[in-house]
């Protein structure tokens, strides 16, 4: 099985990208300012378990330069680093559909006035949608390759409720839907490490694979400084995935998925600064490299098992 004319055997975002545009397109993460009704006291105080100050943001910007401007300082690093041409628009930190509809649209628009910008993709969780919000961000896809980013963790219920996420299943399934409905591109965001049994993890695949969902983006559960995991790793109420069991479970859990789901992130750098543990998680490209020898090693790949 081929993906993207690449030796990979998965469907890697990256290699999409570049078919899809004939040049690598390269992400500029951006922060908005947004919060989150997890952590400003709507639904419950403090937010996810594993969320720290920063959101699940990269850190490439300070929220105090305008959108535009970091923006423009992002194209410009990328290019004299890496002789990138082609860039989509990343909002990344927080809920970034956590305002009204008006200046979202204001927001939205200003990531998008750079001529080499070709995409947006926007991160948020399932019930900070709407469909006036949806109309909106349905009106850049003509232009602009276009996704929403939800962040789903588990299919289970019960893992959500412990990681403190604030919503249910259901709640995504139905924002899942309605997305859908407006033509909308979706990646899927899961975590591994969630106190959950191998076959439950599989079951969150098969879901996927059921709902066909049109990209996924893996992480391994990790703990941040001064977020409540870290304090229950402290505690010893929690152990992490060591590195063998991840890249296994990651291939598993890819055999379920179809072959156009696309790939949007399978290990993570996990911010070395604030990375408590587990500490292997911090060399992302030996884990990738560990991935395609797995891969390799069963002759199997993205889809093996999916029907």
């Known amino acids: ?52 100050d920063g959101g699940s943001f990269s850190r490439a910007h300070s929220n105090l330069l305008t959108i535009e401007e970091q923006v423009n300082i992002g194209i410009e690093t990328l290019k004299n680093r890496f002789k990138a041409e082609k860039f989509m628009s990343y909002f990344q930190a927080f809920s970034n559909t956590y305002k009204p509809v008006n200046e979202l649209e204001k927001i939205y628009s200003s990531a998008l ?35 929403i980013e939800y962040g789903l963790q588990s299919i289970h219920d019960k893992t959500l409720e412990k990681i403190n996420r604030g919503h249910d299943f259901d709640c995504f399934l139905k924002a899942y839907e309605k997305t859908k409905s407006y033509g909308i591109n979706v990646c899927v965001h899961v975590i591994f490490g969630l106190w ?21 983006k893996i992480h391994m559960l990790c703990a941040l400084k001064n977020t409540k995991l870290s304090k229950m790793y402290e505690n010893g109420e929690i152990n992490f995935m060591e590195e063998d069991e991840y890249v296994k479970t990651v291939c598993d859990f ?24 587990p500490k292997w998680l911090g060399k992302k490209m030996d884990c990738l490299n560990k991935i395609d020898r797995e891969f390799l090693n069963r002759n199997t790949y993205q889809s093996y098992k999916f029907y």
């Open 1 to 52: 099985m081929e993906f993207n004319n690449t030796s990979k055997r998965y469907n890697q975002y990256s290699a999409h990208l570049k078919n899809k545009f004939g040049a690598k397109v390269y992400k500029v993460t951006l922060d908005a300012g947004f919060s989150c009704p997890n952590r400003d006291g709507t639904l419950s105080s403090g937010g996810c378990i594993f969320c720290d």
């Open 113 to 147: 006035n750079h001529p080499d910008i070709v995409g947006l993709s926007i991160g948020t969780r399932p019930d900070c949608i709407d469909d006036e919000k949806l109309k909106l961000i349905s009106s850049y896809k003509d232009d602009y390759y276009t996704w």
């Open 196 to 216: 959950e049994s191998h076959e439950e993890i599989m079951q969150t695949a098969q879901k996927l694979a059921e709902l066909k969902v049109d990209g996924v």
């Open 254 to 277: 890819l055999e379920y998925l179809p072959p156009d789901c696309t790939i949007h992130r399978l290990a993570g750098n996990g911010d070395r600064e604030n990375l408590i543990a």
